[in-house]
């Protein structure tokens, strides 16, 4: 039996682990999407330096957390306050064993205290699978950008309790 999965929100001394992360969950996990092209990889990557996600971690605007097996973190993800989830990022080893999902019921909580009615996200190729299957929805056409085409999906959130 796998030990359970820990969501904590980031802190400032997390920024290059979570760059890192988010580094190798898209030069491993998302070859799909930049079919190893230099110029978009390197495109996609420096939208998520250590100094921006510093930067992101001060704006109290965004929420970043981080998911953590046994004290190893596994995965990360953020959202705006604006109702936006920006990434969700899981080492490629760790896909499919709950991180990701577990990474984003915890961004959707944060949004749903806030009020927010719906969240958006932009999913890759590699993400919209895994998008939909936690009940997102295609809101538009595919959308170019971040080294990647994406597509703009929703979802509706319960009010608050």
């Known amino acids: ?6 969501i904590c929100p980031a802190t400032p001394a997390d920024a290059g682990i979570i760059s890192r992360i988010i580094e190798r969950s898209i030069r491993v996990g998302c070859t799909l999407d930049h079919r190893n092209d230099p110029q978009r990889v ?3 990557i420096d939208r998520q330096s250590a100094d921006v996600i510093s930067g992101h971690l001060a ?4 929420y970043l957390n981080i998911a953590l097996l046994q004290d190893k973190p596994v995965g990360v993800g953020m959202a705006a306050g604006s109702g936006e989830i920006r990434f969700c990022h899981v080492q490629p080893e760790w896909f499919r064993r709950g991180a990701g999902r577990a990474l984003m019921t915890d961004l959707e909580g944060w949004l749903r205290i806030r009020g927010v009615p719906r969240v958006s996200v932009a999913g890759t190729g590699s993400g919209v699978a895994f998008y939909r299957h936690l009940g997102y929805r295609e809101a538009a056409p595919a959308l170019a950008g ?3 085409d994406h597509v703009a999906l929703h979802k509706r959130l319960p009010p608050p309790e």
């Open 1 to 6: 039996m796998q030990a359970p999965i820990c």
């Open 146 to 148: 971040q080294g990647s």
């Open 59 to 62: 704006d109290p605007h965004f």
């Open 42 to 44: 390197s495109r996609w």
